[in-house]
């Protein structure tokens, strides 16, 4: 018999209708004690988004914990960029206008990290890398995880899967920042031509002037926004680098959410679009609809998923390389990049 972590399969037509069979044959409820709390992980979109999950899927979830005895909650962390995602009032009544409200997906919506994302606690890791990963602090008294990822294109890793979805998704404010501490860009100083658009933009005001020429200063989340709003491309990142770091970090701080919660991993790979559900426009999918990919093995989740996707996101981002993020996790012991697939 193969040693090989499963991963469920059911293509693009009914994401919402996988969710129950991929948890009730993967054997997580047997990891589960009754009447226990399940954070249901998912992210709302931001403000503009079209493109994030079906509430359809939470609710879905919410129905297969139930049968079984268990509390959902769906959980969710504030946002490092200015916007109403920022603090927990404003990232509540987004989701609840973008459908994510009790009534429909019948859990509790919780923002974990406080009302500023200035809540977290320490979890000590043995890595140089990332000594102590800051998380979100009301993901302290949960520990049994449900995590529902919409897998997508990103232009700082290539994709977004489970392992962002855990890493920057349920950490505090400052572990976002140690995350993509390496991605903060610079002005070339020959190319700005002081138009200001990008002072104007950028979420954090960390930009200014400095003899006419724009200036990123230490406020910089590494957002990468400015990049996009620059007419000149004056403003660059050494993408590679930066990359690589938010890869092997993000890995990191997934290794601590992760630490001692039983967890189901879904990659919904739908709505595949070019950037995150952080961008704050409606966005056009740049591939067919795939389907949901479902493991308890958070790597082979997202391998499987980046197989079905490669040749897409590759010719998008092709200096990018999400090799380093799926190397990383299995090197951490989070999972198998090889998989079995098992087609519902
Ligand atoms: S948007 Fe570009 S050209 Fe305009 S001020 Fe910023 S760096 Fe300079
Ligand atoms: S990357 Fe650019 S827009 Fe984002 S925080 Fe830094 S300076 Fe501001």
Redesign the pocket.
Same mark, same amino acid.
């Given at each position: 018999m193969s040693a090989e972590p499963v991963v469920f399969f059911a293509g693009p037509e009914d994401p919402a209708g996988a969710v129950g069979p991929m948890l009730e044959r993967s054997g997580f409820f047997g990891r589960v004690r009754r009447r226990k709390t399940v954070g249901l992980k998912v992210h709302f979109g931001e403000e503009g988004n079209t493109t994030h999950l079906d509430p359809a899927i939470v609710r879905a979830a919410s129905i297969a914990l139930s049968f079984h005895d268990l509390q959902p909650v769906v959980i969710e962390t504030t946002a490092l960029y200015r916007g109403r995602r920022q603090t927990a009032a404003g990232h509540l009544e987004l989701a609840r206008e973008h459908g994510f409200g009790p009534a429909r997906t019948l859990a509790p919506l919780l923002i974990l990290d406080g009302e500023e994302g200035e809540r977290s606690y320490d979890e000590p890791l043995n890595s140089e890398l990332v000594p102590v990963a800051r998380l979100a602090h009301g993901l302290r008294r949960i520990r049994h995880l449900v995590n529902l990822a919409h897998f997508k294109g990103h232009f700082v890793t290539g994709f977004g899967g489970v392992v962002k979805n855990l890493a920057m998704g349920l950490s505090a404010k400052a572990g976002k920042l140690e995350m993509h501490s390496n991605s903060k860009p610079a %002005?070339d100083a020959d190319r #700005?031509?002081? #138009?200001?658009? #990008? %002072?104007d933009y950028c979420p954090v005001a960390a930009i200014g002037f400095d003899r006419y020429v724009?200036h990123i200063g230490p406020k910089c989340t590494g957002c990468g926004g400015c990049l996009a709003? #620059?007419?000149?491309e004056?403003?660059r990142v050494k993408w590679n680098a930066a990359s690589e770091s938010v890869q092997r970090k993000m890995v990191e701080y997934c290794r601590a959410v992760l630490r001692g919660r039983a967890a189901f991993h879904f990659n919904f790979a739908v709505n595949i679009t070019r950037n995150c559900d952080c961008d704050n426009h409606a966005q056009e999918p740049v591939m067919p609809d795939v389907g949901v990919f479902g493991s308890l093995d958070p790597v082979a989740c997202e391998q499987a998923a980046w197989d079905r996707t490669e040749a897409n996101l590759k010719a998008i981002y092709p200096k990018l390389d999400p090799g380093v993020l799926l190397d990383a996790a299995e090197a951490a012991g989070l999972g198998s990049r090889r998989y079995r697939l098992e087609e519902l």
């Open positions: %002005v #700005c031509v002081s #138009c200001g658009k #990008c %002072v724009a709003v #620059c007419p000149q004056a403003i």
